[in-house]
């Protein structure tokens, strides 16, 4: 006779074994219509499981996020289902629940096209209603195979095989026709989904991810709990398509990609004058906070990332060359081996520490083609990589600095909502416990002296040690993770670092990574995103533009835009042959802060006619008076 013991610690007994529908019937009539899956001791199943021994249950509705997950896995296999009836002879692969939705990949010789997708929901949406039922089976590894191989599909086949003998194979079937090879949970019954879905787009996609193998077609789709939440979410779409870094990086004339370097930028002047802004201002943040700047080279002798470690684990992704003396050499994908060689010149004592390295370094990374997107993944980047040597006693207090550092960089890019993911010791690690508790404690302290939320990532942390990571959320809503301090306990000894302590011997020291944008590409991508093109004055890689109404009134304008120029801020003047009007458009579209009208009511007052982007409204301001306004304005910003 099993006892379920529910979250709230009330207990129900049954004579005999019994399913988690049956359970939900007995807790309210009201929770059995909203129950979707449940966890029994912990593991999810579907409510038609049986139970027959004591154990600890909890029930999901579409409330929770275990419950929308199951919504979207049910989704995708309705959407397989749909595939299949539609178009016979297609063959489906693997269908996973990912943020915010779902994809299956197909193997079909005919491409998706958008006319499809409209086809494959409207089939999706009779069989959602139809209410087909939701049925698991267990089948042995053999039949598995051959009948998957008899029906012509062979990737199913080939994953079947992939799979540990030991492994269960469940097999789940929708209605009388449909059935797929899938772990589960699912729902009851196809009419539990819902109708809060819509299929996104169509791309492509290798076979298990590798280029090496058949190109498949991989649909996308989004699935919600309510009406509400789906339009909500293709809103918040919308607007992401509007700030699309790529679309607005070319409309600014600020940078471009080419075929010849697959996922390396084009810089332009304006994109270019962006970057070094960047670096301007997180340069004048280190150097007052103690840092000092170094440059290390872009290439260094294999022998060298065999000795970190970086080849066994990264060497896939690295570039390398061989010299005619046969010598293997690698471009670097990250700076830490480099730092390292620039502490052990000469001998260090504990007095030199907190020993405070950075860079601007170049980093080359291979990522997959199909990988790259925009700023946001690409194979060349730069790192804003700073390494802190210090001591065991010195974790808390650097972790503290570097933390505080981070958070009000953020808040003066605009970013003050951020969440900290703290990650302590994995299973397999180097380094002695009682060094992993001194720097899981100094890391969690810094953490809670930020007063941020924060979450626990048991046992994500590196190998060598544990880490923080940084998360920023945008103006629409969306997260994304930037910057990292990681605890290394492994490297510097690795590479022979060490200092003379205060009795006399040598110890190895605790080396801290640091990172505040991560990679420079990718936070201008995440900056023209959550400013959708539309910087803060101070950052704006052009901030004015002038504009003389006609050509009598060029050289008063040249003189306005000098006398910009003169205080610090950037300034161009408009002489092309073009109506005012146009003019007006074409630098709202490159999203100028701050266009300057002169006519001859400005030359006779000395002024000038400003018009702010987004305004229809102009104000007429002594040119002084905005110089002194404006330069005040963009040093007050930019902290310089």
Known sequence: MPIITLPDGKNLSFSNQVTGLEIVSKISKSLSKQALIMSVDGELKDLYHSINKDCSVKIFTAKDPEGLEVIRHDTAHIMAMAVQELYPGTQVTIGPVIENGFYYDFARKDPFTEEDLKKIEKRMSEIIDKDVKTRREVWKRDKAISHFKKIGEKYKAEIIESIPEDEELSIYHHGDTWYDLCRGPHLLSSGKIGKAFKLTKVAGAYWRGDSKN?????IYGTGWASQKDLEDYLGRIQEAEKRDHRKLGKEMDLFHFREESPGSVFWHEKGWTLFRKLID??????????????NTPEMLDRQLWEKSGHWEKYGENMYTSETPDEKVFAIKPMNCPGHIQVFNQGLKSYRDLPLRITEFGKVHRYEPSGALHGLLRVRAFTQDDAHIFCSEDQITSECLSVT??????????????VALKYADRPE?????????DKAEASLLEAVK??????????GEGAFYGPKIEFVLRDAIGRDWQCGTVQVDLNLPGRLDASYVDKDGTKKVPVMLHRALFGSLERFIGILIENYAGKFPFWI???????????????????KVSKKIKETGMSSIVDLKNHNLNYK????????IPILLICGKKEVDSNSVTIRRLDSNKQENMELNQFL??????????SKN
């Not at 397999?428 to 992993?436: A, N, P, Q």
């Open 584 to 591: 007006i458009r074409e630098h709202s579209l490159a999203k």
């Open 628 to 637: 002194q306004k404006f330069s005040a304005l963009n040093k007050a910003s």
């Open 404 to 417: 505080n550092l981070i958070l009000d960089i953020y808040k003066d890019l605009g970013f003050e909502n």
């Open 281 to 294: 201002y997180m340069r004048a943040r280190q150097n007052a906070a103690g840092y000092r700047e170094v």
């Open 540 to 558: 704006s890689p052009l901030q004015i533009v002038v504009i003389p109404i006609s050509e009598d009134f060029e050289e008063y304008a040249k």
């Open 428 to 436: 397999v690690r180097v380094g002695e416990d009682k060094v992993w």
């Open 214 to 218: 058949e190109m498949l077609q991989r």
């Open 449 to 458: 002296a930020s007063k941020l939320e924060y979450t626990i990532n048991k």
